[in-house]
């Protein structure tokens, strides 16, 4: 696998170690561009993260304690990436939601009225934040939970086994330090790009837009019409990542249900995302 520009960037792959034993000789399902064999993509990925390893030439142990690392560090990725969200949503991500800023605004303007304490109407605004910070704290740690609970729990299970969805990972100096999944829609022949993250060390390096990229090389090599995805991100950064990869915005929703919402009363008023989503047409059907 090639590192390719920017420089420091090295695009690999989780290979799992037993697929990597049985598929000798066989087609690379994941890998994009001239097919090759995995053992040939493992030896070059192994070259390309000295220290971790992609599932190399060593031994079958070996390469499963690397693959194994690989997904330790991925979840690590994934986990941060997704706990930044948690004052984003509370904080910046009011400002999205101009009906809750009214609703807030009315339940310090009734403070005042029944308690004509102005020291009291001012403490609403810090309770309210602080309630908003408790419940996106909940709630994205419920999504954490469910994830860490189904795909990022085996990555090799869920994204190197079936056809259609693959697993990368940027290497640095032989340290994980950023993550892509592509998960296959076969009924509309589209690719969802998922899981997108990389080590806040380590932005604003490219190395987003270069995962972002063998998404796309993964789609076009393997016939799909477009790539889609979603996100609930609030800072510009992803918004601007996917534009700047060719994605074209397609709506947004405010009532986009986050898996481990309970959809509560306090949840509703206290937790609002809101759900952008981006496709990138590859080929008309
Ligand atoms: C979003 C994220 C993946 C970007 O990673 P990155 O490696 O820093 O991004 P890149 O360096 O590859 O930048 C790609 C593009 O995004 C834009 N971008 C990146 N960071 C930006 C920032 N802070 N502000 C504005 N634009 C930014 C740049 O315009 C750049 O395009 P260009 O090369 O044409 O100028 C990273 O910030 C992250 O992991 N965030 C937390 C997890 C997350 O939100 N993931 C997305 C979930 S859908």
Sequence with gaps: WHCGPPDMVCGTKIVPAEDLRRCRGQEDRCSPGPRHVPAAAARRAGRAAPRVGAGGTGPAGERGVCIREFQEAAR????????????????????????????????????????????????????????????????????????????????????????????????????????????????????????????????????????????????VVHNYSAVVLGTTAVKVAAHKLYESLGFRHMGASDHYVLPGMTLSLAERLFFQVRYHRYRLQLREE
């Design 76 to 219: 690590r990725i994934f986990y941060d990436g997704i706990m930044e969200r948690i004052p984003n949503t509370a904080f910046r991500g009011l400002r999205q939601h101009p009906r809750t800023q009214l609703l807030y605004a009315l339940l310090a303007a009734l403070c005042f009225a029944v308690t004509r304490s102005l020291l009291l109407t001012c403490l609403v605004p810090a309770g309210l934040l602080g309630l908003r910070y408790y419940y996106s704290r909940k709630v994205i740690l419920a999504y954490l939970d469910c994830a860490l609970h189904t795909d990022m729990a085996d990555i090799e299970q869920y994204y190197m086994k079936p056809p259609g969805s693959c697993f990368w990972v940027a290497v640095l100096d032989g340290n994980v330090v950023g993550i892509v999944a592509a998960r296959a829609h076969e009924e509309d022949n589209t690719v969802e790009l998922l899981r997108m993250s990389v080590d806040s060390r380590f932005r604003g390096k490219g190395i987003a837009k270069a995962l972002g990229r063998r998404v796309l090389e993964f789609a």
